[in-house]
């Protein structure tokens, strides 16, 4: 429940619409932004924000958000592109828009969890890197090929006498004045610096005619009359976007729910993971069909938003209503926009990424935060489709690399107490005589639980114990698998006259046992206990007897 003052419905009316106005002056300027970073012309990204501003009212859980193209997106519908044209881009969105929705039935709201922090912390500084990068020869009015780092690097070196100095200078100067509004004016919350900018440039072009001197416009933007039709292209296309959908979908939805789940927190709301799936599907499902960019929640919109005063989801649609009008009024003058401005913009816009503070901090937390520039470096060496690739690839690894380790600890009883605590950290805890007592740190599940067994197997034969108490806390749940290595467990200490104790079964576990026909009298049947205190009184004076 928000914690916010209530409003009358007058104020509140009135505050949403200003904050949509508010935020299709950055949505605007950040959409052509990010139609060049992706290649297309700009139409294409507007009608993704417009689709985007009105389909996620419907769906989505916060009434922040601002579902439009970003710019880790568009870069990967860039890289994408380069394989099979932009038809091949449009393909992806449609199909990780389905994925959304395949994820939303299935009530997969936590695969933004396996995404790491310092991976999307080093994924969005080497991306944040690359698209400035490439927004360099645009400044310079050269051409520079290059979809990676270095050679993207040696290509402007090579262009660099052929700078048109001209384009140089308004790119410099537009640059200069975005940073100076953007750090001078910080207590003008509402003022919209990149649009500010691109109007000063739309207004330069037209004065002093800076298409006649060699400086490169956008264009004339063509107004696309919405065909709902699938894209059509080569099988191998085809399946090559399916295998970059799932890397898409969690790049999107990782970064969509942080900036959702970061305002609601600090309002006091309650968001849905698994609705904003629902949205997140429903917008790129359906901008992909009229062939716009993939759209996602960020953060620098949603701020906007939640800065400029909206109060409800219907600030999006006044935003979209706002930026309908901006299209309607405004295409000549967007026509007219310089490139070099357009490109000193996209810098601006992403100049705050560029000192890796936050990859820095999580580098000196320690732990998984070599990710972090392992993340970066992917990007900066691959590109970066397969950097994005490697740093959820990385995540996925390290998840199953912890999962899968049989990570066991000793327990012993702490004087004076009932309670069984880690001997290797509590010097005061003593072992049990006869009985060696173990707690797997993780979840027995089919990649580790043989593993595990084993290791307390040879425990068990190294300490001569005649009774294995196994604490299970950690496990809500057993697979196949599991089961089956824990009945094999049972009759090899059985063989040797070792008897198995279960304690601290939860219930679902128990039942899993239950079907498989380890909880009766019967051998391989075992005991079963809700404390480890409990098993311990029950360990038998004498050995099992071996069949």
Same mark, same amino acid.
């Given at each position: 429940m928000s914690t916010a003052q209530p409003a009358s419905p007058r104020n509140t009316w009135w505050a949403d619409l200003l904050a949509g106005i508010s935020v299709a002056g950055v949505l605007l300027p950040e959409s052509v932004a990010y139609a060049a970073i992706a290649g297309v012309a700009p139409m294409h990204a507007l009608l993704a924000a417009l689709i985007g501003l009105c389909l996620y009212p419907c769906f989505g859980s916060s009434r922040f958000a601002v579902v439009a193209p970003t710019s880790s997106a568009a870069a990967v519908f860039a890289s994408t592109a380069a394989i099979g044209g932009p038809v091949m881009g449009y393909a992806l969105v449609s199909l990780t828009g389905a994925l959304f929705l395949v994820a939303a039935a299935l009530r997969a709201g936590f695969l933004g969890a396996f995404i790491s922090r310092p991976v999307l912390r080093g994924f969005a500084w080497a991306l944040a890197l690359t698209i400035m990068l490439k927004q360099v020869p645009l400044l310079m009015g050269v051409h520079a090929s290059g979809a990676q780092f270095g050679p993207l690097v040696w290509s402007l070196f090579i262009a660099a006498p052929q700078t048109h100095l001209p384009s140089l200078a308004l790119g410099v100067v537009a640059l200069l004045l975005w940073l100076a509004l953007y750090h001078g004016v910080q207590r003008w919350r509402f003022l919209p610096v990149s649009l500010v900018v691109l109007v000063l440039g739309v207004m330069a072009s037209a004065g002093l005619d800076l298409g006649t001197r060699g400086v490169a416009l956008v264009g004339d933007i063509h107004w696309q009359a919405l065909s709902w039709s699938p894209p059509t292209m080569h099988t191998d296309h085809w399946l090559r976007a399916m295998e970059i959908a799932p890397a898409l979908l969690l790049i999107l939805f990782a970064e969509s729910w942080g900036s959702v789940r970061s305002l609601a927190l600090q309002n006091g709301d309650k968001v849905d993971a698994n609705r904003e799936l629902l949205a997140l599907g429903a917008a790129n499902v359906a901008s992909g069909l009229v062939q716009g960019l993939p759209v996602g929640a960020g953060f620098s919109a949603a701020a906007a938003n939640h800065a400029a005063g909206g109060r409800s989801k219907w600030a999006g649609v006044a935003a979209a209503l706002a930026l309908a009008l901006l299209l309607w009024l405004a295409r000549p003058g967007i026509a007219l926009l310089p490139v070099p401005v357009l490109a000193a913009v996209v810098i601006g816009i992403l100049s705050h990424n560029l000192w890796p503070r936050a990859? $820095? +901090? !999580? @580098?000196? $937390?320690?732990?998984? =935060?070599?990710? +972090?520039?392992?993340?970066? *470096? #992917?990007?900066?060496?691959? #590109?970066? *489709?397969?950097? /994005?690739?490697?740093?959820?690839? $990385? !995540? $996925? @690894? *390290? =998840? /199953?690399?912890?999962? +899968?380790?049989?990570?066991?600890?000793?327990?012993g009883l702490l004087p004076g107490t009932r309670d069984y605590i880690d001997r290797s950290r509590h010097a005061n805890a003593t072992p049990v005589a006869g009985a060696l007592i173990m707690r797997p740190e993780e979840p027995l599940f089919f990649a580790n639980a043989e593993r595990i067994f084993q290791v307390v197997r040879q425990r068990a034969e190294a300490g001569a114990a005649r009774a294995v108490v196994l604490s299970l806390e950690v496990c809500d749940d057993l697979d196949s698998t599991a089961v089956e290595a824990l009945g094999e467990f049972v009759v090899g200490l059985q063989q040797q006259g070792v008897a198995l104790l279960l304690a601290r079964v939860k219930d679902r576990p128990r039942e899993a046992l239950l079907r498989a026909g380890l909880t009766g009298t019967a051998p391989p049947a075992v005991s079963l206990f809700w404390s480890v205190d409990d098993a311990v009184n029950a360990i038998p004076t004498t050995s099992a007897t071996p069949p």
């Open positions: 990859v $820095l +901090a !999580s @580098l000196h $937390l320690g732990g998984d =935060a070599w990710l +972090a520039g392992a993340a970066a *470096l #992917g990007v900066l060496l691959f #590109g970066v *489709l397969f950097g /994005m690739l490697l740093a959820v690839g $990385l !995540s $996925l @690894l *390290l =998840a /199953m690399r912890r999962f +899968a380790q049989p990570i066991v600890t000793e327990l």
